[in-house]
């Protein structure tokens, strides 16, 4: 089976403390952006919510934020992107190359069944895969790029692992942190394979601009005010019922 240069699978880890219609957002712009300038085809998104190590105080539980995920990828507008709980449930903090790597043998495995008559069983003669298996690509925003500086919080090595056999698409939004390929250590232009059009970094401008954050849900729902079509209804539902965010967890 060959490595799939036409398919991508999508990445994108957070806290999604709310899960937002901005997060399904980034990953449509990220899926249109693959289409349209790269000519691959995204057969589908994984989103994996960080664990209740993460050093966020404001996190509510990972099995609620786990399952709010669910339910908006149980949306029509989510229906193409799968949630990972495996990282949620980690007792230690999970390195983003270590996650990228674990979903990149799970694609392996799936399309390696896929070939030998393991899975789809019903619908055998289906060939969309055309013996490719997807590439994982990471969808971050520019704030993740940014955190490259940070002393400590990355490894040079993963970071260069990540930028050439991964690739990265980050959303930004026009006029902010413009500068934020600065935080790259070294040059780019070293590590990208030519003949591999996922690797390195790709801008995607989200054309629409918008301030909606899970911060600032949270923020209105502690206040009482409307976050009506900020997240999805199913979301919105699940924490009302549990009445979550109204304050804060310390």
């Known amino acids: ?23 399904l957002r980034v990953l449509d712009l990220a899926r249109d952006f693959v289409h349209r300038n790269l000519g691959l085809r995204v057969e589908g998104a994984v989103i994996s919510p960080v664990g209740n190590h993460y050093p966020e105080k404001r996190l509510q539980p990972a099995s609620l934020r786990v399952e709010m995920c669910r339910l908006a990828c149980e949306t029509t507008s989510g229906s193409w992107i799968r949630v990972d709980d495996w990282e949620s449930k980690q007792e230690r903090w999970i390195r983003t190359l270590d996650n990228l790597k674990r979903e990149q043998s799970l694609v392996d495995e ?9 899975v789809n069983l019903d619908n055998p003669s ?32 993963d970071i260069e692992v990540i930028l050439r056999d991964f690739g990265i ?23 990208i394979k030519p003949s591999v059009a996922f690797s390195g970094i790709h801008e995607v401008e989200e054309w629409v601009p918008n301030e909606i954050s899970s911060s600032k849900v949270r923020f209105g ?10 997240v999805p209804e199913p979301v919105l539902t699940y924490i009302r019922e549990r009445h979550l965010y109204e304050t804060e967890p310390q």
């Open 169 to 191: 698409l980050c959303i930004t939004r026009k006029g902010f942190d413009d500068d934020y390929l600065d935080a790259i250590p070294f040059d780019l232009n070293s590590l």
């Open 126 to 157: 289906d060939s969309s895969s055309g013996g490719m298996k997807p590439r994982i690509m990471l969808v971050c925003g520019s704030d993740l790029i940014l955190s490259f500086k940070k002393p400590g919080l990355w490894h040079k090595d």
């Open 110 to 118: 799936e399309y390696e069944a896929k070939e030998d008559g393991e």
């Open 221 to 230: 729902l502690k206040n009482g005010l409307t976050v009506q079509y900020l």
């Open 1 to 23: 089976m060959s490595e799939g240069k036409g398919l991508v699978r999508l990445f994108m880890g957070g806290a999604f403390n709310p899960i937002t219609i901005a997060h």
